[in-house]
């Protein structure tokens, strides 16, 4: 199984493009596909419930609540692994902390300036071929 922690900008991007083939909306219907389990803890679903009720996003009503408990059924509520160096942007810190806590998972973001830069950390393209990868397998 592939675990990832997707970071906000990840589902903002696919929730306003008009592009269904976008990486960023081709990882959110993986995700509705069941190709990889989500990782969360409390902060990053308050953190998405934020986010996408911004009305600048002018997304339509009840979709960010069921895609938010699409991943709080189908993910994994998982603990923080202490990272001890600091980060560019300490509010990110724990969607980066949540991705240490499983093994071989990944943090997927549009945003690298974020975050450490490891193999860890990879963009919605990158994450899209680990997913096909696996398939081959």
């Given at each position: 199984?592939?675990?990832a922690?997707?970071?906000?900008n990840?589902?903002v991007?696919a929730l306003?493009?008009?592009?269904?083939?976008?990486?960023t909306?081709?990882?959110?219907?993986?995700?509705?596909?069941?190709e990889?389990?989500?990782?969360?803890?409390?902060s990053?679903?308050?953190?998405y419930?934020?986010?996408l009720s911004r009305?600048?996003?002018k997304?339509?009503?009840?979709?960010?609540?069921?895609?938010?408990s699409f991943?709080k059924e189908?993910?994994i509520e998982a603990?923080?692994?202490?990272f001890?160096?600091?980060m560019?942007?300490?509010?990110?810190?724990?969607?980066?902390?949540?991705?240490?806590?499983?093994?071989?998972?990944f943090l997927?973001?549009?945003?690298?300036?974020?975050?450490?830069q490891?193999?860890k950390v990879i963009?919605?393209?990158d994450?899209?071929?680990?997913i096909?990868?696996?398939?081959?397998?």
């Amino acid at each position: 199984m592939i675990y990832a922690v997707i970071d906000i900008n990840v589902l903002v991007s696919a929730l306003i493009t008009h592009n269904s083939l976008s990486p960023t909306a081709k990882v959110v219907r993986l995700l509705f596909d069941g190709e990889f389990t989500p990782l969360y803890e409390s902060s990053i679903i308050e953190e998405y419930q934020e986010v996408l009720s911004r009305a600048k996003f002018k997304l339509q009503p009840g979709v960010a609540d069921a895609l938010i408990s699409f991943i709080k059924e189908h993910g994994i509520e998982a603990s923080r692994t202490a990272f001890l160096e600091s980060m560019p942007d300490e509010d990110d810190r724990v969607f980066y902390e949540v991705s240490l806590s499983v093994e071989d998972s990944f943090l997927v973001t549009g945003n690298f300036k974020h975050y450490p830069q490891t193999p860890k950390v990879i963009s919605p393209a990158d994450f899209l071929s680990v997913i096909i990868e696996s398939k081959e397998e």
